[in-house]
């Protein structure tokens, strides 16, 4: 049965920093590709940043420069350290895994339930 747990998230001010956490219980961890997506209040859930069984990584252009996506696969787990976080980062953050690369949600079968993260301004 495969399992995420997301960790990490609470309230921070504008320009502070958190370090999301992903715990997998997933056979084979280290092929699946890694992503973090998130979810504002009334908006469609978007992808943040992903990670690839060989480490290459990619962002959407909103957080470049502030988020870092990593792995830890004798672990099984997947980081995001967001920087300078904004109002606008304010989200349930989500964990997926996917046996391929994408940025598409619909691509990764599996998800975890959420961490919430608030940015006050």
């Known amino acids: 049965q495969v399992q995420l747990v997301e960790s990490g998230g609470g309230l921070v001010q504008a320009g502070g920093s958190l370090r999301l956490s992903c715990a997998a219980s997933?056979?084979?961890?280290?092929?699946?590709?890694m992503g973090w997506f998130r979810q504002a209040p009334g908006k469609e859930r978007e992808f943040v940043a992903v990670v690839d069984r060989a480490y290459s990584t990619r962002y959407a252009d909103s957080v470049k420069g502030r988020f870092t996506i990593s792995r830890d696969n004798a672990k099984n787990t997947v980081n995001l350290q967001v920087n300078s976080l904004k109002p606008e980062d304010t989200a349930v953050y989500y964990c997926?895994?996917?046996?391929?690369?994408?940025?598409?949600?619909?691509?990764?079968?599996?998800w975890g339930q959420g961490t919430q993260v608030t940015v006050s301004s």
């Open positions: 997933l056979f084979a961890f280290s092929n699946y590709a």
């Open positions: 997926a895994a996917a046996p391929s690369t994408s940025t598409i949600r619909e691509h990764f079968p599996y």
